[in-house]
C-alpha cells in the first residue's frame, strides 16, 4: 500500500498484549497522534486488547497492519518497506525502549550491501544486516548462487571435470566423438545437484537456468548421418547448417570472453580462433563440400573412423579448411576474410603453441570482432532463419548472467513475507 501524501511513516511492534505494552502503545499513539502511524503484529488478539484499550481509555484512534501467524516479529522491520511498498522514510518507534525511533533502512539496500560483501568473501556481522535470521539466509542463497556461477564459468574456462583416471584416448577417439560435448553434459548434471537447496524461489531460479544450458542438447547428433544426410529429419540440423557446430562456436566465444574478464587475453585469442574453426567445420558441411565418413590410408587400410574429409582427405589443421570455405559464395573477398587468415596464421606463433609470441587485449579483441561479423555475414547468405548464431550466442550468455539482488529478494520474500491486512482509521 503506497501513502504518496506522507513524507513519514511510523510503526510499532506489538509482541503481547501487557499492561505495559498496552500504556507504551497509546502513548506512541498519543505522540505520533497527527503523523501516519501504525501498530503492527501477527495476533489478532493482541491486536484488538491494545486497541480497545487505547480507544475506550484515551479514546485515540489508530492504523494496524494485521500480518499472518507465520510471520516473525523480529524480521518485520527488514521488510517494512516491502509492506508499506513505498520509498518513503519510515520509522520504528520502540515500545520496550520508551518511545526510542529508530530509522528503518529499505530491505533492498542492506540486499545489495550484503550481497557485495559475500562475493568479495567477506563475513557477514550484524552491523551489514542486523536480524541474525535474515543474515544467514541471504549468506546461504549467495553463496550457492556463487557455487553455481563458478561451476558454469568452470565448464568454459576451468579444468576438465573428468577424472583423470578416465582414458583421455577413448575421449579423443574421432573427430566425431568431438561433438558429443562429453566436458558440457557432465557439468550439467554436477550443476543440477546444486538445485536442491529447499529454498523454492533458489531452487526454481538455478533450475531455470539448467533449461537454458540443457536447451540444445537434442541438437547434439548420435551418428553422423545426423549431420550429413539432409534427406531426412534431423533435430542436428537447422536451415541445412549444422548445429552442433554453430554450437560449439558459441561456448567458444563465450569461453573467450571470459577469459579476457578474467585477465587472459593469450586464451581468449585461442578460444577467438576456435570460434570461427568450429564454425567453418559446420558450414563445410553445410556446403557439401566436407563430410565425416571413415579414412582410409592410400593402401586402402582404415586409417580413422568418423574423421572430418575435404574431398576425401583428412586435412590436418584449420588453414587448408579456411581457404576452402573461402572458395564458396566468393567468402575470400568478404572484407575481413585476410584480417582472419592473419589471426589464424598467427595462433601458430603463440607462447601457447609454437611460438614464444603472447596475445594483448587489444589484439583479441580485434579477432572476436572480426569472426563475429564474418560468421553473421555467412549466417546471413547463407539463409539460416531457423537457428541463426546469434540466437544460440544470446541463449548461451544468459547463463553466467546471474541476478543476485533478484534472486535473494525474491528467495527472501517467499520465505519470510505471508499475508497481511491494513485497517486504516477513518477520521471522524
Known amino acids: 500500500m503506497r501513502f504518496k501524501t506522507e513524507k513519514e511513516i511510523y510503526f510499532s511492534i506489538l509482541h503481547d498484549n501487557s499492561e505495559d505494552t498496552k500504556l507504551s502503545a497509546a502513548a506512541a499513539a498519543d505522540k505520533y497522534k497527527d503523523k501516519l502511524f501504525f501498530l503492527i503484529s501477527n495476533s489478532s488478539s493482541i491486536i484488538e486488547d491494545n486497541i480497545d484499550y487505547i480507544n475506550s481509555n484515551f479514546n485515540l484512534r489508530c492504523n494496524i497492519v494485521l500480518l499472518d501467524q507465520k510471520w516473525l516479529l523480529d524480521i518485520v522491520p527488514f521488510f517494512i518497506h516491502d509492506i508499506f511498498n513505498n520509498k518513503q522514510k519510515i520509522i520504528q518507534v520502540l515500545l520496550e525502549n520508551n518511545l526510542e525511533t529508530k530509522d528503518i533502512f529499505p530491505s533492498g539496500d542492506l540486499i545489495n550491501i550484503a550481497i557485495g560483501k559475500t562475493i568479495s568473501g567477506e563475513s557477514l556481522d550484524e552491523n551489514t544486516i542486523e536480524n541474525p535470521i535474515i543474515r544467514d539466509q541471504i549468506s546461504r542463497i549467495v553463496r550457492t548462487l556463487i557455487v ?3 561451476s558454469i564459468i568452470k ?3 576451468g579444468e576438465s571435470v573428468f577424472n583423470p583416471s ?35 524461489k533458489l531452487d526454481e531460479y538455478i533450475n531455470n537456468k539448467l ?43 563465450k569461453s573467450a570472453l571470459l577469459s579476457m574478464e578474467y585477465n587472459n587475453p593469450n586464451s581468449a585469442f585461442l578460444h577467438s580462433i576456435r570460434t570461427i574453426e568450429t564454425y567453418i567445420e559446420g558450414f563445410l558441411i553445410y556446403a557439401n563440400v566436407a563430410t565425416i565418413s571413415d579414412y582410409y590410408n592410400r593402401r586402402g587400410v582404415l586409417s580413422e573412423k568418423d574423421a572430418f574429409m575435404i574431398n576425401n582427405n583428412k586435412l590436418s589443421g584449420f588453414g587448408k579448411k579456411y581457404a576452402s570455405a573461402g572458395d564458396v559464395n566468393n567468402l575470400k573477398n568478404h572484407k575481413f576474410y585476410v584480417k582472419i ?6 595462433r601458430n606463433k603463440l607462447y601457447l603453441t609454437h611460438g614464444d609470441m603472447k596475445a594483448c587485449s587489444l589484439l583479441t579483441k580485434q579477432s572476436l570482432y572480426y569472426i563475429i561479423d564474418f560468421i553473421n555475414y555467412i549466417d546471413n547468405i547463407s539463409n539460416q532463419r531457423s537457428l541463426p548464431w546469434k540466437k544460440i550466442y544470446r541463449d548461451i550468455d544468459k547463463s553466467v548472467k546471474f541476478d543476485f539482488y533478484g534472486v535473494t529478494k525474491s528467495s527472501l520474500s517467499h520465505i519470510f513475507i505471508h499475508k497481511y491486512i491494513f485497517q486504516l482509521n477513518s477520521p471522524q
Request: proline content about 7%; charged content about 20%; some cysteine.
Open 148 to 150: 553455481v556461477q563458478r
Open 155 to 157: 565448464y568454459y574456462i
Open 166 to 200: 578416465i582414458n583421455i584416448s577413448n575421449r579423443a577417439k574421432t573427430d566425431f566423438n568431438g561433438l558429443k560435448l562429453q566436458e558440457y553434459i557432465t557439468s550439467l548434471q554436477n550443476i543440477q545437484k546444486l538445485g536442491n537447496t529447499g529454498l523454492p
Open 211 to 253: 533449461i537454458t544450458l540443457k536447451r540444445y542438447l537434442p541438437i547434439i547428433p548420435n551418428t553422423p548421418n545426423d549431420i550429413i544426410d539432409k534427406t531426412r529429419p534431423s533435430n542436428s540440423l537447422h536451415d541445412g547448417f549444422p548445429t552442433i557446430y554453430k554450437l560449439l562456436s558459441c561456448l567458444q566465444y
Open 341 to 346: 587468415r592473419e589471426m589464424i596464421d598467427l
